[in-house]
């Protein structure tokens, strides 16, 4: 699979923020800090979402247009959005701030959801099993939007780490989850597969 080109789009704050052409959405959730930006920058192979070693940086429902050639049903161009929303269990501003994440992403949520390919939620390998994300998982059941279980920065822990936190999220959630480094490259190809066999045949 090759990305022929990767671009930010626009940033919504409210559902009639939204693209709506023809192409399929790949939403992004997980905790602030989790990785989202990085892993986003990862799978493009370019720089083109922002990044901060402060957590709550994302304040908006933010869109990047892929072109991708090839992938899991068959050869050929296609293209999808990536949409990185705002993280959860941080806002700078207090608990006013942290209303307005939430009402931002539900907004997301609520829109026209025939274009809706897939969500990731994403969660640090080293903290599996957190209140913030298994409310999370609840609160995207309660959307209809039953998230791929992503387990970020899988390079930070040991072998038997690993092996542990693995089984303590899919036992958590009730799915394996796939477990990534946005540092490394290590799971980047199979999450291509998993978001190509979510998102090319929705459109």
């Known amino acids: 699979m090759k990305v022929l080109n990767a671009d930010f789009v626009t940033s919504a704050v409210r559902a009639d923020g939204i693209p709506r052409d023809e192409l399929p959405r790949m939403a992004f959730v997980g905790r602030s800090n989790v990785g989202k930006s990085s892993l986003i920058n990862a799978l493009a192979r370019a720089k083109i979402a922002r990044t901060s ?24 161009r296609w293209g999808l959005y990536f949409v990185d929303l705002p993280g959860y269990g941080y806002a700078r501003g207090g608990s006013d ?54 387990a970020t920065k899988i390079d930070k822990l040991t072998r038997g780490e690993r ?5 303590t999220l899919e036992d958590t959630f009730g799915m394996a989850a796939l477990p990534v480094s946005a540092a490394s490259g290590e799971g980047m190809d199979e999450l291509w597969r998993t978001i190509a066999s979510l998102t090319r045949n929705a459109a």
């Open 53 to 76: 070693a402060a957590p709550g940086k994302t304040r908006l429902v933010n869109f990047y247009r892929l072109l991708v050639e090839g992938g899991r049903g068959g050869p050929g």
């Open 97 to 150: 701030a942290a209303h307005e994440l939430a009402l931002v992403s539900e907004s997301y949520f609520s829109g026209d959801r025939d274009r809706a390919g897939g969500t990731l939620l994403l969660i640090d390998s080293r903290h599996p099993g957190l209140p913030a994300d298994r409310d999370a998982a609840r609160w995207l059941a309660g959307l209809s939007a039953r998230p791929t279980i992503v």
């Open 163 to 167: 092996v542990r936190n693995l089984r």
